[in-house]
């Protein structure tokens, strides 16, 4: 089986990177390998693999070197088919986190949020936090208000053409519902 060998530190040379990444950019460490990195973020090892051409052989990976791992895609109970977007931290908020879920039938996006402070604290006048659904192509944006529930902030929208965008943000708003100059980002993850 490829993939189970730990990463070699770098003799200097040029190093691959991925040309395209539809999920989340990794770094591998001292002591990774594609496997291990596999399994840290449940996804097959073979899809691991496909994503990563430009990897001649996964038994040849590198320290410092940049791959890309797939966003999960699975299917609920009724046979839905949903893909999962990891919402990773900025630095803003230290234990933050949170994860999207994209219905692609209907386009029906969750977003659920955890160890968000209350708005304030980040942003003068923060009443709640907003999603943001970027299109970097454009630089146009749709966004939806997210709710506190017990200790999670949730949001949902529906039936949005959602192929479009290819990012979402989470960020403290004001009454007024924009994204302001200097209001800071806290979450943020890849749609594909």
Not at 170 to 178: C, E, F, L, Q, R
Request: aromatic residues 8%; glycine residues 8%; positive net charge.
């Amino acid at each position: 089986m490829k993939g189970l060998i730990k990463a070699q530190k770098s003799n200097g040379g040029k190093i691959p990177v991925p040309q395209r990444c539809s999920g989340k950019l990794h770094i591998i460490s001292k002591g990774e390998s594609l496997f291990i990195i596999a399994k840290k973020y449940k996804v097959p090892l073979n899809k691991l693999i496909k994503v990563n051409s430009q990897i001649e052989d996964p038994d040849i990976i590198y320290e410092g070197q940049i791959i890309c791992v797939p966003t999960r895609e699975y299917k609920n109970k009724y046979g839905q088919e949903y893909t999962e977007v990891i919402l990773n931290s900025t630095g803003k908020v230290a234990n933050a986190s949170g994860v999207a879920f994209i219905r692609k039938v209907t386009n029906d996006l969750v977003v659920f949020t955890t160890n968000l402070p209350h708005p304030k604290e980040l942003f003068p006048n923060g009443e709640s936090y907003t999603a943001y659904l970027l299109d970097s192509a454009t630089g146009n944006y749709d966004k939806f208000n997210l709710k506190k529930v017990e200790q999670f902030w949730v949001g949902q929208v529906k039936n949005k053409p959602l192929r479009k965008y290819d990012g979402i943000i989470i960020a403290p708003n004001t009454v007024s519902g924009n994204l302001l100059p200097g209001e800071p980002v806290v979450l943020e993850g890849i749609i594909y």
